[in-house]
């Protein structure tokens, strides 16, 4: 056996991003070959086989080890294929290669053997797979269409270039062989990434969407055979730009009951989503085969930054930090009066100083650390900036216990955080601000800290979310569609770089989302992204229950009599139109844990709110209650519930907003129960089913 040892340096760009990792890679070529030939169904012979702890039983999910982007969504011979980021070695990212599965109805997958392995020093990131159905690569056999992989290439080693490949197959995806060509791309970046494929009619060539992601643009390329590509145009940047611009796609879809088409341009970005770290927005537009416009209602106002009056902990104005405690040399001897030497300009703060310890750059370490005081009000907010990272973060601390963390967005700009304290009402705390990074943003950037009534929130930026909840990541398309079906079909990473790494699941980590259809409807906001599950969900639907419609009470008697309960349910209710208040549904409900998903008529929004869900402690950025603003919030309300284990996915009026979350009950948490505060609320329709495994 051959054995190859090196060490590796580095620059992670398919995730947390701009971050340096040493590790020592052991990378036994044989095992290469072993995941190459052999099936990933071994593990079925287990009696626990996708019965372990948080084990969703009907999304997609590696047997073991890490998994992350969809890639390579074709549809192909009766087949879907859905190939993934993997790591064929651990359950932490690193090794990327395509993991690969098929499905004839999206919800029942085999798993196949590993399709594109990382070798010769290149990982091989996200992209895109086509069916080549005219043969214009050349790759084709015996006048049989081949499938067309593009994806990126990283050289795994300190120079980190992302080049763009492609390799092809003629057995159905079941073996790949890499074009001797590649790469076809190269503009010698490292952040150029996640190619989207697909054929232009009307120009009868190939279009690529790929991204600039540092930059936040979206280039569109051409080619006539999937070889040489010629750059058409760029998109960008426009929208929100707090993070890196990833996995990007572009599809037409008519509008909802009119005979109108419009392009839709889907960028995932990382972080600085809407609820935080990983998310992603879309824009509305023509294409032409060449560029890209967005409509003018595509592009939204962006909001005010809502501040509460409260009272001020920590301002940083004076010449030093007062009875705040320093060690190392990172925060110096004072607030900072903005910038710093040979750093970029830093705004956002209030006043005069702030923190920032990039005092001497980014190599000085060290911690500054607030005396003791009482939480004696619900929220804690704060101005926050810096980097992303969790070496550079806010935490506060209950008898030396990290209960919260915060960072930056990898940005200089400082924005306004909050954290949730009730559960801390009365009791003594201390903020310590944390700089232990040495790389790039290796500083934190804090000011204006205040206890409040109500969370501050920032001025959100001039984009539209495909998602409000915190775990659907790098959402792309299938390509290939029969025309007979018609419908555009995608599917998102469950998850978040915040703490992906850390969910507490073994020996898999990571899930897919349901797939679901986009759509568009034109609202009195604009021409709008819609989404509904695909119809193939139903297939699941095992045991149906109905409620004809009454009050809180009635509804939560008649849950009980049928004894309702499960952690994989299908929920679809409809709350009758109320004036004020809020109302809803506690799903996954135990002793002392719940997850809630409900409205909120006095403030116009919908809500889904995990942190009482289970365990939210194995990482400090996981809890939270993520919102969405509803347009017409008076009238009823429609909730399409998905749970499963370890996730709970809500379509809001027919998809006109959508949230994924996840979430890690204990088994015993189960029940079901709405709830309101007021006691006039109604219930309009009930339907309950519960749901089969697609594993057993």
């Not at 052991?26 to 099936?39: C, D, E, Q």
């Not at 990382?270 to 085969?289: E, K, L, R, T």
């Not at 920590?314 to 750093?343: H, M, N, S």
């Not at 809020?582 to 002392?592: D, H, M, P, R, Y």
Request: hydrophobic share 40%.
């Amino acid at each position: 056996m051959i054995i190859q040892i090196d060490w590796l340096k580095l620059t992670v760009r398919n995730s947390p991003f701009s971050r340096i990792f040493r590790f020592h890679a052991l990378i036994p070529t044989l095992v290469f070959i072993f995941f190459s030939g052999v099936g990933m169904s071994s593990l079925r012979a287990d009696t626990a086989y996708y019965s372990e702890p948080f084990r969703p039983q009907y999304h997609f999910t590696p047997e073991k080890n890490w998994m992350n982007d969809p890639n390579g969504l074709v549809y192909f011979a009766g087949e879907y294929h859905l190939f993934y980021q993997y790591n064929p070695f651990g359950d932490k990212w690193g090794h990327m290669s395509w993991g690969h599965a098929v499905s004839p109805d999206l919800v029942h997958w085999k798993h196949l053997p590993l399709a594109l392995p990382e070798a010769e020093g290149v990982m091989i990131f996200s992209g895109s797979a086509v069916v080549d159905w005219k043969n214009t690569s050349g790759f084709g056999l015996h006048g049989q269409p081949p499938l067309v992989a593009i994806y990126t290439g990283c050289r795994a080693d300190s120079d980190g270039t992302q080049f763009e490949c492609i390799a092809y197959s003629n057995d159905q995806g079941r073996t790949w062989t890499k074009y001797p060509g590649n790469p076809v791309i190269d503009r010698r970046s490292k952040d150029f990434r996640d190619p989207k494929v697909q054929w232009f009619e009307r120009t009868q060539s190939w279009v690529m969407t790929v991204s600039l992601s540092a930059e936040h643009k979206v280039c569109f390329y051409g080619s006539d055979n999937l070889k040489d590509w010629k750059l058409l145009s760029q998109f960008g940047p426009a929208g929100a730009t707090a993070g890196v611009w990833e996995c990007p796609d572009l599809f037409e879809l008519p509008v909802e009951g009119t005979h109108e088409k419009r392009w839709v341009l889907a960028v995932n970005m990382n972080p600085g989503s809407v609820a935080g770290g990983s998310g992603g927005q879309y824009f509305i537009g023509q294409f032409d085969g060449t560029k890209f416009t967005a409509d003018a209602d595509s592009i939204t106002k962006p909001t005010p930054e809502v501040v509460p009056e409260g009272r001020v902990l920590a301002d940083f104005e004076g010449k030093d930090y007062g009875d705040w405690k320093t060690t190392g040399e990172a925060f110096g001897p004072g607030p900072a009066p903005g910038r710093l030497a040979d750093q970029n300009p830093v705004d956002g703060f209030r006043g005069r100083g702030l923190v920032n310890s990039y005092y001497h750059g980014d190599a000085t370490t060290g911690t500054l650390t607030s005396p003791e005081f009482e939480v004696s009000q619900p929220f804690l907010n704060f101005l926050i900036g810096g980097g992303s990272q969790k070496e550079t973060r806010m935490d506060l601390l209950i008898a030396g216990k990290v209960v919260r963390t915060a960072s930056g967005a990898d940005s200089e700009r400082l924005k306004w955080s909050s954290w949730d304290v009730r559960e801390f009402m009365n009791q003594k705390v201390v903020l310590q601000i944390v700089d232990d990074a040495t790389g790039g943003w290796g500083h934190i950037n804090v000011d204006q800290i205040m206890l409040a009534d109500a969370p501050a929130r920032p001025a959100s930026e001039a984009a539209l979310w495909f998602d409000y909840g915190k775990d659907y990541y790098a959402a792309v398309s299938w390509s290939d569609i029969p025309r007979s079906d018609g419908r555009r079909l995608w599917i998102g990473w469950m998850n978040n770089w915040q703490y992906g790494g850390d969910e507490p699941t073994s020996p898999w980590r990571s899930a897919m989302s349901i797939p679901r259809q986009p759509g568009l409807r034109r609202t009195a906001e604009g021409i709008r992204l819609v989404q509904k599950p695909v119809r193939e969900m139903e297939r699941l639907r095992d045991r149906h229950f109905a409620f004809q419609g009454g009050d809180i009470a009635a509804a939560n008697a008649w849950l009980a009599q049928n004894q309702i309960a499960g952690q994989q349910l299908e929920i679809i209710v409809e709350l009758a139109p109320e004036i004020s208040g809020a109302q809803g549904v506690k799903v996954l409900k135990g002793a002392q844990e719940e997850t809630s998903i409900g409205v909120d008529r006095s403030r116009g929004l919908v809500f889904l709110d995990r942190t009482q869900s289970g365990n939210v402690n194995f990482n400090p950025q996981f809890s939270g209650m993520h919102i969405a603003p509803l347009p017409g919030i008076a009238g009823p309300v429609k909730l399409h519930i998905f749970v499963d284990a370890s996730s709970v996915e809500v379509f809001v009026n027919d998809g006109e907003r959508v949230f994924t979350d996840l979430v890690f009950p204990s088994a015993e948490s189960r029940g079901v129960e709405f709830f309101q505060s007021e006691n006039s609320a109604k219930i309009n329709s009930l339907n309950v089913w519960t749901l089969k495994s697609v594993w057993k």
